[in-house]
């Protein structure tokens, strides 16, 4: 079993930064790939990015390719994800994931453990 816990959204500009963060209550965080998705109201939740279970290799919606970064500290059991150059269309509740599988995975099926999310607002 494995709970998720979100933190460090918030309201921001357009073209700001923000990291938000999860921390993972489990004895075997580093034998679960981790994964964020996102859900704007009245969108279905997608894939957003995906870490394996080391941290070497990492895997990113076209949509946030080159602004956000995927990162986990395995020592801390936690997973992260910067955003960089937000945008209006980020605007949406984020959600961290734990995956059965070791590798990366954009798969939301591969997911069985969610956290309860965290808003992200992004004001043009």
């Known amino acids: 079993q494995v709970q998720l816990v979100e933190s460090g959204g918030g309201l921001v500009q357009a073209g700001d930064s923000l990291r938000i963060s999860c921390t993972a209550s489990t004895r075997a965080f580093s034998r679960y790939a981790m994964g964020w998705f996102r859900q704007a109201p009245g969108q279905e939740r997608e894939f957003v990015a995906a870490i394996n279970w080391s941290g070497g290799t990492s895997n990113y919606a076209e949509s946030v390719e080159g602004r956000f970064t995927i990162s986990r500290d395995n020592a801390k059991d936690m997973v992260y994800l910067q955003m960089n150059d937000l945008r209006p269309e980020d605007t949406a509740v984020y959600y961290c994931?734990?995956?059965?599988?070791?590798?990366?995975?954009?798969?939301?099926?591969?997911?069985?453990?969610w956290g309860q999310g965290t808003q992200v607002t992004v004001n043009s």
């Open positions: 994931a734990a995956s059965v599988m070791v590798t990366a995975t954009m798969s939301k099926s591969a997911y069985p453990y």
